[in-house]
T-cell receptor, first 111, second 115 residues
């Protein structure tokens, strides 16, 4: 079973626009991470936010975490064609020892 | 190159057969994780090894087994293969035993096709 669920499942935007995707999870977590996967390739770690953090930035990425709502969002600003990929949230649960991935959001950036 | 090496990249085999997937973790990483990615199930955690010992088990079928060797490379053995085993199999590694703490480094995967 998957701990995290991303929303929307798919997103299509114009180059230069911002892309926002959300992740909801079910149980308490130690941290939440976002990964990117280009078609058929391995996942690449983007950013990690700990349960006691509310917002984190890395370049054009902004992640928020609301533990009361058990949700997180990933914002990609000024999108580029190279941002076309699937984005997954993954949770490190408090009472577990495995990183659980959501189903992912597929982002297409149109030139 | 992520530093995690998986071989082979592609594998086509018949039902009922057995295959071995190999993973070399990033230098310095002691934990190895195996995930299966399919269209209908998404990314499913299979098993984790830390410094040669099994650490956590997920949705791994009894037909599947894994091990981590003293040099820290890992092998995932899949036997009595079925059509439904067709998927991308990823290996990931991390520095410590607390796998979520710093993020995983993923390999590029092995695409298994069972015909």
């Amino acid at each position: 079973s998957q701990q995290g669920e991303e929303d929307p499942q798919a997103l299509s935007i114009q180059e230069g626009e911002n892309a926002t995707m959300n992740c909801s999870y079910k149980t308490s977590i130690n941290n939440l991470q976002w990964y990117r996967q280009n078609s058929g390739r391995g996942l690449v770690h983007l950013i990690l936010i700990r349960s006691n953090e509310r917002e984190k930035h890395s370049g054009r990425l902004r992640v928020t975490l609301d533990t009361s709502k058990k949700s997180s969002s990933l914002l990609i600003t000024a999108s580029r064609a190279a941002d076309t990929a699937s984005y997954f949230c993954a949770t490190d649960r408090s009472n577990d020892y495995k990183l659980s991935f959501g189903a992912g959001t597929t982002v297409t950036v149109r030139a | 190159d992520s530093g995690v090496t998986q071989t082979p990249k592609h594998l086509i085999t018949a039902t009922g057969q057995r295959v071995t997937l190999r993973c070399s973790p990033r230098s310095g990483d002691l934990s190895v994780y195996w995930y299966q990615q399919s269209l209908d199930q998404g990314l499913q955690f299979l098993i984790q090894y830390y410094n040669g010992e099994e650490r956590a088990k997920g949705n791994i079928l009894e037909r599947f087994s894994a091990q981590q060797f003293p040099d820290l490379h890992s092998e995932l053995n899949l036997s009595s293969l079925e059509l439904g085993d067709s998927a991308l199999y990823f290996c990931a590694s991390s520095v410590g035993v607390n796998e979520g703490e710093y993020g995983y480094t993923f390999g590029s995967g092995t695409r298994l096709t069972v015909v």
